[in-house]
Nanobody, 125 residues
Framework: EVQLVESGGDVVQAGGSLRLSCAASGFTSTDYTIGWFRQAPGKEREGIASIDLSHRNRYYADSVKGRFTISNNNAKNTVYLQMNSLKPEDTAVYYC??????????????????WGQGTQVTVSS
């Protein structure tokens, strides 16, 4: 059974940093993509970063480019999202998800069949 478990959400002041983790289990290979999504109250879910574990390609949304970094540790089956220079508008529930359809670094949520439970990130001004 595939499972994704996020951790690392917290309350942080603007300008601060957090690192989110997404621990994956149940996969039989690394032929999949992990995406990070976020959803703020009253807003649509936004795909902000992804990593294609087979081809090592990465994607960042303009809203986080230059501030967030996605990385992975295959030995730990974990994908990280390092978030620096956080802003109040980064406040949201952050989810990781897995795409096993071979869509590369796409962050179209339709392609993601496995989702974690989410972790809250709150950035105070």
């Amino acid at each position: 059974e595939v499972q994704l478990v996020e951790s690392g959400g917290d309350v942080v002041q603007a300008g601060g940093s957090l690192r989110l983790s997404c621990a994956a289990s149940g996969f039989t290979s690394t032929d999949y993509t992990i995406g990070w999504f976020r959803q703020a109250p009253g807003k649509e879910r936004e795909g902000i970063a992804s990593i294609d574990l087979s081809h090592r390609n990465r994607y960042y949304a303009d809203s986080v480019k230059g501030r967030f970094t996605i990385s992975n540790n295959n030995a730990k089956n974990t994908v990280y999202l390092q978030m620096n220079s956080l802003k109040p508008e980064d406040t949201a529930v952050y989810y990781c998800a897995a795409n096993v359809k071979g869509w590369g670094t796409s962050v179209n949520p339709i392609g993601y069949g496995y989702w974690g439970q989410g972790t809250q990130v709150t950035v105070s001004s």
